[in-house]
């Protein structure tokens, strides 16, 4: 049995990042999802593991890592022998960084936002939240132009990081449709070998 397990929930684009990327990386995990209805992740065993009450969670032998960036930081720097996935240049780093900081920013408050009204029913300003996904489209459709990735000229986890919550933004009502430079950008995370697709609502299918 895999020394790794990984604490999920299966609508969590936090979690697929971090599973999405162990199966790239042709790593065997067990998967264990917390019932988040249920309010599994605010027992005290799984507090134990992450004491902010948030999925993923990581443990890889006597391991133990939260927050689904973190992780693919742990994941690229044990496992990716190539430093492909998170480059040891400093302006390489450093471009890859920029883009984990908008995962945890800008995308978390816009298109994550969005969805989280829709598909689970959060108290947010859903208007700010599509306008906030807009803006941030607006900016990496540009930023794409003449671009196949979003940090460097091979993928890295900075693309890992920002796929799911773009790719998955038509669940919370921000369309995709004036951004083909995006769409191009997710079709190539999608072709990624390995590549797992988080699992999609019946809000996410009729879009």
Do not use: C
């Amino acid at each position: 049995m895999s020394t790794i397990k990984l604490y999920r929930y299966p609508l969590s684009g936090h979690s697929h990042r971090v599973e999405n990327f162990l199966s790239i990386l042709g790593l065997d995990a067990e998967i264990i999802t917390v019932d988040l209805v249920e309010g599994e992740h605010k027992t005290p065993e799984f507090l134990s593991k992450n004491i902010f009450g948030q999925v993923p969670v990581l443990e890889d032998g006597p391991t133990t890592i939260s927050d689904s960036n973190a992780i693919l930081i742990y994941l690229a720097s044990k496992y990716d022998s190539k430093r492909q996935w998170l480059p040891l240049g400093a302006e390489e780093a450093a471009n890859v960084q920029r883009f984990l900081s908008i995962a945890a920013g800008e995308i978390a408050y816009g298109p994550a936002a969005a969805r989280l009204v829709t598909v689970f029913g959060a108290t947010l300003d859903h208007d700010a939240a599509i306008a906030g996904g807009h803006a941030l489209f607006e900016i990496l459709e540009k930023h794409l132009q003449g671009r196949d990735w979003l940090a460097g000229d091979h993928a890295t986890i900075a693309d890992i990081a920002d796929y799911t919550y773009i790719a998955h933004a038509p669940e919370g009502n921000v369309s995709l449709t004036g951004y083909p430079n995006i769409r191009a950008w997710l079709n190539r995370v999608e072709a990624l070998p390995g590549f797992t697709a988080m699992q999609a609502t019946e809000i996410g299918l009729a879009a």
